[in-house]
Protein backbone atom coordinates (compact mmCIF):
# COMPACT_ATOMS: atom_id res chain seq x y z
CA UNK A 1 0.00 0.00 0.00
CA UNK A 2 0.92 3.28 -1.14
CA UNK A 3 -0.60 5.81 0.90
CA UNK A 4 -1.36 5.42 4.55
CA UNK A 5 -5.41 5.51 4.70
CA UNK A 6 -4.83 6.75 8.32
CA UNK A 7 -2.46 9.67 8.57
CA UNK A 8 -2.23 9.89 4.44
CA UNK A 9 1.56 9.92 4.41
CA UNK A 10 3.52 8.09 1.44
CA UNK A 11 5.75 4.66 1.86
CA UNK A 12 5.42 4.79 5.56
CA UNK A 13 4.06 0.92 5.54
CA UNK A 14 7.10 -1.33 6.93
CA UNK A 15 7.18 -4.77 6.39
CA UNK A 16 6.91 -7.70 8.55
CA UNK A 17 7.47 -11.19 8.66
CA UNK A 18 4.91 -13.44 10.68
CA UNK A 19 6.20 -13.98 13.91
CA UNK A 20 3.71 -16.76 15.13
CA UNK A 21 5.27 -20.05 15.06
CA UNK A 22 3.95 -23.12 14.10
CA UNK A 23 2.09 -25.15 17.27
CA UNK A 24 3.28 -28.92 17.65
CA UNK A 25 2.33 -31.56 20.09
CA UNK A 26 4.49 -32.72 22.32
CA UNK A 27 2.92 -35.66 22.41
CA UNK A 28 3.97 -38.64 20.62
CA UNK A 29 1.19 -39.99 18.07
CA UNK A 30 1.01 -43.62 17.31
CA UNK A 31 -1.94 -45.17 14.95
CA UNK A 32 -3.55 -48.03 16.25
CA UNK A 33 -5.96 -50.80 15.02
CA UNK A 34 -9.59 -49.85 14.20
CA UNK A 35 -10.61 -53.83 15.89
CA UNK A 36 -7.87 -53.81 18.83
CA UNK A 37 -9.61 -50.54 20.85
CA UNK A 38 -11.11 -51.83 23.76
CA UNK A 39 -14.86 -50.04 24.63
CA UNK A 40 -13.94 -51.31 28.34
CA UNK A 41 -11.48 -48.56 28.55
CA UNK A 42 -14.10 -45.51 27.85
CA UNK A 43 -16.06 -45.05 31.18
CA UNK A 44 -19.61 -43.93 31.46
CA UNK A 45 -20.47 -41.83 34.78
CA UNK A 46 -24.41 -43.57 35.39
CA UNK A 47 -27.14 -41.96 36.02
CA UNK A 48 -29.75 -43.57 38.49
CA UNK A 49 -32.52 -42.80 35.82
CA UNK A 50 -32.55 -45.48 32.86
CA UNK A 51 -34.11 -42.52 30.85
CA UNK A 52 -31.14 -40.30 31.47
CA UNK A 53 -28.88 -43.11 30.67
CA UNK A 54 -30.69 -43.34 27.53
CA UNK A 55 -31.06 -40.06 26.29
CA UNK A 56 -26.94 -39.28 27.05
CA UNK A 57 -25.75 -42.34 25.80
CA UNK A 58 -25.03 -45.14 28.40
CA UNK A 59 -24.66 -42.14 31.04
CA UNK A 60 -21.96 -39.27 30.81
CA UNK A 61 -19.06 -40.66 28.58
CA UNK A 62 -15.68 -39.67 29.94
CA UNK A 63 -13.72 -37.11 27.57
CA UNK A 64 -17.02 -35.68 26.55
CA UNK A 65 -17.90 -31.72 26.01
CA UNK A 66 -21.89 -31.40 25.83
CA UNK A 67 -23.34 -28.16 25.31
CA UNK A 68 -26.25 -27.56 27.32
CA UNK A 69 -28.37 -25.03 25.75
CA UNK A 70 -31.71 -23.13 26.82
CA UNK A 71 -33.41 -19.67 27.15
CA UNK A 72 -32.17 -17.58 30.29
CA UNK A 73 -34.17 -19.15 33.19
CA UNK A 74 -35.53 -22.17 32.03
CA UNK A 75 -33.46 -24.20 34.52
CA UNK A 76 -30.25 -24.99 32.85
CA UNK A 77 -28.18 -23.61 36.02
CA UNK A 78 -30.50 -25.90 38.04
CA UNK A 79 -30.30 -29.02 36.43
CA UNK A 80 -26.76 -29.06 36.29
CA UNK A 81 -26.23 -28.13 39.82
CA UNK A 82 -28.40 -31.27 40.97
CA UNK A 83 -26.45 -33.57 38.53
CA UNK A 84 -24.43 -34.70 41.69
CA UNK A 85 -27.98 -36.24 43.39
CA UNK A 86 -29.28 -37.52 39.36
CA UNK A 87 -25.74 -39.56 38.67
CA UNK A 88 -25.22 -42.78 40.92
CA UNK A 89 -21.65 -43.02 40.66
CA UNK A 90 -19.78 -41.20 42.91
CA UNK A 91 -18.24 -37.69 40.86
CA UNK A 92 -15.87 -34.75 41.99
CA UNK A 93 -17.56 -31.79 40.01
CA UNK A 94 -16.12 -28.27 39.45
CA UNK A 95 -18.76 -25.59 38.70
CA UNK A 96 -17.43 -22.60 37.09
CA UNK A 97 -19.68 -19.11 36.76
CA UNK A 98 -18.95 -16.62 35.15
CA UNK A 99 -22.22 -14.60 36.06
CA UNK A 100 -23.13 -15.49 39.73
CA UNK A 101 -20.86 -15.45 43.08
CA UNK A 102 -20.43 -18.42 45.08
CA UNK A 103 -22.73 -17.15 47.48
CA UNK A 104 -25.51 -17.17 44.93
CA UNK A 105 -24.78 -20.63 43.71
CA UNK A 106 -24.13 -21.80 47.31
CA UNK A 107 -27.80 -20.76 47.70
CA UNK A 108 -29.65 -22.78 45.22
CA UNK A 109 -27.22 -25.92 46.06
CA UNK A 110 -28.53 -25.34 49.50
CA UNK A 111 -32.75 -25.65 48.43
CA UNK A 112 -31.37 -28.39 45.76
CA UNK A 113 -29.52 -30.46 49.40
CA UNK A 114 -26.58 -30.78 46.90
CA UNK A 115 -22.87 -31.17 49.01
CA UNK A 116 -19.86 -31.47 47.90
CA UNK A 117 -19.29 -29.23 44.86
CA UNK A 118 -16.42 -27.33 44.20
CA UNK A 119 -16.93 -23.65 42.79
CA UNK A 120 -15.02 -21.09 41.11
CA UNK A 121 -16.23 -17.50 40.05
CA UNK A 122 -13.79 -16.78 36.81
CA UNK A 123 -14.70 -15.55 33.23
CA UNK A 124 -10.37 -16.06 32.41
CA UNK A 125 -9.93 -19.50 30.95
CA UNK A 126 -6.54 -19.47 31.25
CA UNK A 127 -6.82 -19.33 35.18
CA UNK A 128 -9.20 -22.31 34.85
CA UNK A 129 -6.86 -24.34 32.90
CA UNK A 130 -4.08 -23.63 35.59
CA UNK A 131 -6.96 -24.83 38.24
CA UNK A 132 -7.68 -28.48 35.62
CA UNK A 133 -3.69 -28.77 35.40
CA UNK A 134 -3.43 -28.75 39.59
CA UNK A 135 -6.15 -30.39 40.50
CA UNK A 136 -7.99 -33.32 39.26
CA UNK A 137 -11.88 -33.04 38.72
CA UNK A 138 -14.54 -35.49 37.02
CA UNK A 139 -17.13 -33.28 35.92
CA UNK A 140 -16.35 -29.80 34.57
CA UNK A 141 -19.56 -26.90 34.38
CA UNK A 142 -19.26 -23.70 32.21
CA UNK A 143 -21.68 -21.16 33.48
CA UNK A 144 -21.72 -20.03 30.88
CA UNK A 145 -19.56 -20.23 27.78
CA UNK A 146 -20.16 -16.54 26.43
CA UNK A 147 -18.73 -15.18 29.67
CA UNK A 148 -15.29 -17.03 29.61
CA UNK A 149 -12.87 -14.91 27.82
CA UNK A 150 -9.43 -16.13 26.63
CA UNK A 151 -6.21 -13.35 26.87
CA UNK A 152 -4.66 -14.45 23.53
CA UNK A 153 -7.87 -13.36 21.94
CA UNK A 154 -8.49 -9.19 21.96
CA UNK A 155 -11.94 -9.64 20.81
CA UNK A 156 -14.90 -8.58 24.03
CA UNK A 157 -16.73 -11.80 25.66
CA UNK A 158 -19.72 -13.21 23.73
CA UNK A 159 -18.18 -12.45 20.19
CA UNK A 160 -17.86 -15.18 17.47
CA UNK A 161 -14.15 -15.27 17.91
CA UNK A 162 -13.57 -15.15 21.69
CA UNK A 163 -16.10 -17.97 21.61
CA UNK A 164 -15.09 -19.96 19.50
CA UNK A 165 -11.38 -19.43 21.16
CA UNK A 166 -12.56 -20.64 24.79
CA UNK A 167 -14.69 -23.27 23.71
CA UNK A 168 -11.24 -24.95 21.49
CA UNK A 169 -8.93 -24.64 24.65
CA UNK A 170 -11.87 -26.13 27.10
CA UNK A 171 -12.18 -28.60 24.17
CA UNK A 172 -8.44 -29.50 24.44
CA UNK A 173 -8.14 -29.76 28.34
CA UNK A 174 -11.30 -32.12 28.43
CA UNK A 175 -9.78 -34.43 25.94
CA UNK A 176 -6.39 -34.37 27.86
CA UNK A 177 -8.04 -34.32 31.11
CA UNK A 178 -10.35 -36.88 30.32
CA UNK A 179 -12.91 -34.96 31.76
CA UNK A 180 -16.75 -34.75 31.08
CA UNK A 181 -17.34 -30.53 30.35
CA UNK A 182 -20.59 -28.99 30.01
CA UNK A 183 -21.08 -25.87 28.16
CA UNK A 184 -23.81 -23.63 28.95
CA UNK A 185 -24.93 -21.90 25.95
CA UNK A 186 -28.14 -19.31 25.84
CA UNK A 187 -29.87 -19.18 22.76
CA UNK A 188 -31.17 -16.12 20.73
CA UNK A 189 -35.02 -14.93 20.56
CA UNK A 190 -35.17 -16.76 16.84
CA UNK A 191 -34.56 -20.50 19.39
CA UNK A 192 -31.09 -20.73 17.81
CA UNK A 193 -28.33 -21.04 20.23
CA UNK A 194 -26.03 -18.33 20.32
CA UNK A 195 -22.40 -18.17 19.15
CA UNK A 196 -20.65 -19.34 15.78
CA UNK A 197 -21.97 -22.41 14.41
CA UNK A 198 -18.77 -24.36 14.77
CA UNK A 199 -19.53 -24.51 18.61
CA UNK A 200 -22.10 -26.96 17.84
CA UNK A 201 -19.57 -28.78 15.71
CA UNK A 202 -16.89 -28.61 18.14
CA UNK A 203 -18.49 -30.40 20.99
CA UNK A 204 -19.68 -34.34 20.66
CA UNK A 205 -23.37 -33.80 22.44
CA UNK A 206 -25.57 -30.83 21.91
CA UNK A 207 -28.94 -30.76 24.91
CA UNK A 208 -31.48 -28.33 24.65
CA UNK A 209 -33.98 -28.10 27.58
CA UNK A 210 -37.17 -25.98 26.36
CA UNK A 211 -40.37 -25.20 28.39
CA UNK A 212 -42.91 -22.41 29.61
CA UNK A 213 -41.62 -20.23 32.86
CA UNK A 214 -45.29 -20.19 33.92
CA UNK A 215 -45.62 -24.03 33.31
CA UNK A 216 -43.27 -26.26 35.49
CA UNK A 217 -42.86 -28.79 32.79
CA UNK A 218 -39.29 -28.92 30.78
CA UNK A 219 -38.42 -30.91 27.85
CA UNK A 220 -35.21 -31.94 27.19
CA UNK A 221 -33.95 -32.71 23.56
CA UNK A 222 -31.13 -34.52 22.33
CA UNK A 223 -29.82 -32.70 19.30
CA UNK A 224 -26.62 -34.36 18.60
CA UNK A 225 -24.66 -37.34 20.08
CA UNK A 226 -21.55 -38.83 19.39
CA UNK A 227 -22.16 -41.40 21.84
CA UNK A 228 -25.94 -42.68 21.30
CA UNK A 229 -28.63 -41.69 19.37
CA UNK A 230 -30.43 -38.37 18.63
CA UNK A 231 -33.67 -37.31 19.36
CA UNK A 232 -34.44 -38.86 22.43
CA UNK A 233 -36.74 -36.46 24.91
CA UNK A 234 -36.92 -36.50 28.34
CA UNK A 235 -39.43 -34.96 30.43
CA UNK A 236 -39.10 -32.89 34.09
CA UNK A 237 -40.97 -31.29 36.13
CA UNK A 238 -39.62 -28.59 38.35
CA UNK A 239 -40.27 -28.11 41.58
CA UNK A 240 -38.99 -26.26 44.62
CA UNK A 241 -36.01 -28.81 45.78
CA UNK A 242 -34.93 -29.61 41.68
CA UNK A 243 -35.83 -31.59 38.75
CA UNK A 244 -38.25 -34.50 39.05
CA UNK A 245 -38.57 -36.80 36.39
CA UNK A 246 -41.97 -37.92 34.64
CA UNK A 247 -41.98 -41.69 33.88
CA UNK A 248 -45.35 -41.72 32.19
CA UNK A 249 -45.85 -38.07 30.86
CA UNK A 250 -49.27 -38.96 28.78
CA UNK A 251 -50.27 -39.93 32.10
CA UNK A 252 -49.12 -37.03 33.97
CA UNK A 253 -51.06 -34.68 30.76
CA UNK A 254 -54.29 -35.91 30.63
CA UNK A 255 -54.38 -36.89 34.65
CA UNK A 256 -57.14 -34.08 34.98
CA UNK A 257 -59.54 -34.16 31.89
CA UNK A 258 -62.85 -34.31 32.88
CA UNK A 259 -65.06 -36.38 30.55
CA UNK A 260 -67.91 -35.38 29.19
CA UNK A 261 -66.77 -31.84 28.91
CA UNK A 262 -68.19 -30.23 25.73
CA UNK A 263 -64.83 -28.77 23.62
CA UNK A 264 -62.45 -31.52 25.05
CA UNK A 265 -60.46 -33.86 23.17
CA UNK A 266 -57.04 -35.74 23.49
CA UNK A 267 -54.50 -36.08 20.42
CA UNK A 268 -51.14 -37.06 20.35
CA UNK A 269 -47.67 -35.18 19.36
CA UNK A 270 -44.36 -36.62 18.61
CA UNK A 271 -41.39 -34.69 20.06
CA UNK A 272 -38.01 -36.48 19.16
CA UNK A 273 -38.66 -40.60 19.25
CA UNK A 274 -41.54 -39.97 21.49
CA UNK A 275 -45.28 -39.66 21.15
CA UNK A 276 -47.53 -37.98 24.09
CA UNK A 277 -51.00 -37.65 25.33
CA UNK A 278 -52.06 -34.64 25.49
CA UNK A 279 -55.96 -32.79 25.47
CA UNK A 280 -57.19 -30.17 23.73
CA UNK A 281 -59.26 -27.90 25.13
CA UNK A 282 -61.32 -25.33 23.21
CA UNK A 283 -64.37 -22.92 24.27
CA UNK A 284 -67.13 -21.15 21.99
CA UNK A 285 -69.12 -18.51 23.41
CA UNK A 286 -71.02 -15.12 22.11
CA UNK A 287 -68.91 -12.19 21.43
CA UNK A 288 -69.24 -9.41 23.59
CA UNK A 289 -68.78 -7.05 20.68
CA UNK A 290 -69.48 -8.93 17.64
CA UNK A 291 -67.69 -7.14 15.37
CA UNK A 292 -64.28 -7.66 17.72
CA UNK A 293 -64.87 -11.36 18.06
CA UNK A 294 -61.84 -12.49 19.97
CA UNK A 295 -59.25 -15.74 19.18
CA UNK A 296 -56.86 -16.44 22.20
CA UNK A 297 -54.64 -19.57 21.99
CA UNK A 298 -52.78 -21.01 24.98
CA UNK A 299 -49.61 -23.21 24.58
CA UNK A 300 -51.13 -23.30 20.57
CA UNK A 301 -49.97 -21.35 17.58
CA UNK A 302 -52.75 -18.77 16.86
CA UNK A 303 -51.73 -18.52 13.15
CA UNK A 304 -52.89 -22.03 12.91
CA UNK A 305 -55.66 -21.60 14.91
CA UNK A 306 -57.25 -18.63 12.42
CA UNK A 307 -56.21 -21.08 9.30
CA UNK A 308 -58.44 -24.23 11.23
CA UNK A 309 -61.19 -21.63 12.14
CA UNK A 310 -61.56 -20.24 8.42
CA UNK A 311 -61.12 -24.17 6.84
CA UNK A 312 -64.49 -24.53 9.42
CA UNK A 313 -66.16 -21.76 7.91
CA UNK A 314 -65.76 -21.92 4.22
CA UNK A 315 -65.56 -26.13 4.41
CA UNK A 316 -68.05 -27.01 6.93
CA UNK A 317 -70.20 -24.03 6.41
CA UNK A 318 -69.86 -23.24 10.30
CA UNK A 319 -70.37 -19.04 11.32
CA UNK A 320 -67.88 -17.85 13.66
CA UNK A 321 -67.86 -14.35 13.17
CA UNK A 322 -69.47 -13.14 16.25
CA UNK A 323 -68.21 -16.09 18.45
CA UNK A 324 -65.17 -15.22 20.73
CA UNK A 325 -62.96 -18.54 20.26
CA UNK A 326 -60.09 -19.84 22.80
CA UNK A 327 -58.24 -22.71 22.76
CA UNK A 328 -56.07 -24.20 25.41
CA UNK A 329 -53.84 -27.16 25.88
CA UNK A 330 -53.27 -27.96 29.06
CA UNK A 331 -49.52 -29.02 30.87
CA UNK A 332 -47.08 -26.70 29.95
CA UNK A 333 -45.89 -28.00 26.31
CA UNK A 334 -46.12 -25.26 23.30
CA UNK A 335 -47.67 -27.57 20.82
CA UNK A 336 -46.17 -27.49 16.79
CA UNK A 337 -47.02 -31.19 15.61
CA UNK A 338 -50.00 -30.01 12.87
CA UNK A 339 -51.25 -33.71 13.93
CA UNK A 340 -53.68 -32.34 16.40
CA UNK A 341 -55.59 -30.23 13.48
CA UNK A 342 -58.26 -32.61 13.53
CA UNK A 343 -58.64 -32.36 17.40
CA UNK A 344 -58.04 -28.42 17.76
CA UNK A 345 -61.49 -28.62 15.03
CA UNK A 346 -63.55 -31.59 17.11
CA UNK A 347 -62.72 -29.36 20.37
CA UNK A 348 -64.16 -26.23 18.69
CA UNK A 349 -66.91 -27.96 16.86
CA UNK A 350 -67.69 -29.80 20.16
CA UNK A 351 -68.11 -26.63 22.19
CA UNK A 352 -70.33 -24.79 19.41
CA UNK A 353 -72.88 -27.49 19.30
CA UNK A 354 -72.33 -27.96 23.36
CA UNK A 355 -72.25 -31.72 22.58
CA UNK A 356 -69.42 -33.70 24.43
CA UNK A 357 -66.95 -36.18 22.62
CA UNK A 358 -66.93 -39.52 23.40
CA UNK A 359 -64.12 -39.92 25.97
CA UNK A 360 -62.30 -43.13 24.90
CA UNK A 361 -60.97 -41.79 21.45
CA UNK A 362 -58.34 -40.29 20.39
CA UNK A 363 -58.35 -37.94 17.55
CA UNK A 364 -54.95 -37.31 15.34
CA UNK A 365 -54.61 -36.09 11.43
CA UNK A 366 -53.30 -32.84 10.02
CA UNK A 367 -56.05 -30.63 8.26
CA UNK A 368 -55.60 -29.49 4.42
CA UNK A 369 -56.99 -26.02 2.62
CA UNK A 370 -59.83 -28.72 1.51
CA UNK A 371 -60.36 -29.54 4.97
CA UNK A 372 -59.28 -33.40 4.02
CA UNK A 373 -57.60 -35.12 6.27
CA UNK A 374 -54.00 -35.43 5.37
CA UNK A 375 -51.01 -38.29 6.61
CA UNK A 376 -49.38 -37.70 9.79
CA UNK A 377 -46.14 -38.94 10.72
CA UNK A 378 -45.17 -41.82 13.19
CA UNK A 379 -48.26 -43.45 13.26
CA UNK A 380 -47.55 -46.09 14.79
CA UNK A 381 -45.62 -45.03 17.50
CA UNK A 382 -49.04 -42.69 18.04
CA UNK A 383 -50.99 -45.23 18.21
CA UNK A 384 -48.96 -47.96 20.43
CA UNK A 385 -48.89 -44.55 22.94
CA UNK A 386 -53.26 -44.21 22.69
CA UNK A 387 -53.16 -47.87 23.11
CA UNK A 388 -50.90 -47.85 26.19
CA UNK A 389 -52.87 -45.29 27.73
CA UNK A 390 -55.95 -47.51 27.84
CA UNK A 391 -58.30 -45.86 25.03
CA UNK A 392 -60.29 -48.20 22.80
CA UNK A 393 -60.13 -45.95 19.75
CA UNK A 394 -58.04 -43.80 17.85
CA UNK A 395 -59.28 -41.56 14.77
CA UNK A 396 -56.33 -41.12 11.90
CA UNK A 397 -56.11 -40.22 8.79
CA UNK A 398 -57.20 -43.28 5.50
CA UNK A 399 -53.74 -42.37 3.92
CA UNK A 400 -52.40 -43.21 7.57
CA UNK A 401 -54.35 -46.90 7.42
CA UNK A 402 -51.66 -49.19 5.14
CA UNK A 403 -48.75 -48.60 7.11
CA UNK A 404 -51.13 -49.34 10.76
CA UNK A 405 -48.84 -52.89 12.33
CA UNK A 406 -51.18 -55.17 14.04
CA UNK A 407 -52.98 -53.43 17.65
CA UNK A 408 -55.26 -54.36 19.81
CA UNK A 409 -57.06 -50.52 19.83
CA UNK A 410 -59.84 -49.71 17.26
CA UNK A 411 -58.47 -47.95 14.24
CA UNK A 412 -60.96 -45.36 12.62
CA UNK A 413 -60.33 -44.23 9.13
CA UNK A 414 -61.35 -40.61 8.08
CA UNK A 415 -60.33 -38.88 4.61
CA UNK A 416 -62.23 -35.52 5.58
CA UNK A 417 -63.07 -33.32 8.72
CA UNK A 418 -67.07 -33.36 7.64
CA UNK A 419 -66.24 -37.31 7.98
CA UNK A 420 -64.87 -37.14 11.39
CA UNK A 421 -67.78 -35.01 12.69
CA UNK A 422 -70.25 -37.37 11.13
CA UNK A 423 -68.37 -40.84 13.44
CA UNK A 424 -68.29 -38.47 16.20
CA UNK A 425 -71.28 -36.91 16.76
CA UNK A 426 -73.68 -38.55 14.49
CA UNK A 427 -74.32 -35.51 12.28
Avoid at 145 to 168: C, L
Avoid at 175 to 197: D, E, Y
Wanted: some cysteine; aromatic content about 6%; overall charge neutral.
Amino acid sequence: MGKCPSCETWSSFIEKENQKKEKRSSRKLTPVKLEDVKFEDLKNYKFSSQQLNDFFGKGLAQGSVILFAGEPGIGKSTFLLQLKNLLKDPVKILYVSGEETEYQVADRAKRLKVKDIYFVSTTCVEDLIDILEARDFDILIIDSIQTMVSNENESSAGSIPQTKAVAEKLVHITKSKNLTTFLVGHVTKGGAIAGPKILEHLVDVVVYMEGERTSPIRLLKCLKNRFGSTGNVVVLEMEHSGFKEIDNPSKFFVSERRANIPGSSVSTIVEGNKSFILEIQALVSPALHPTVARRIASMYDIKRLYLLLAIMEKRLSINLSAMDVYVNVPGGIFVKDTATDLAVVCSIYSSFIEKPLPSDVVITGEIGLGAEVRMIRDINVRVKEAETLGFNKILIPASNSINIKNNKIEIIKVGEVREAIEILFGE
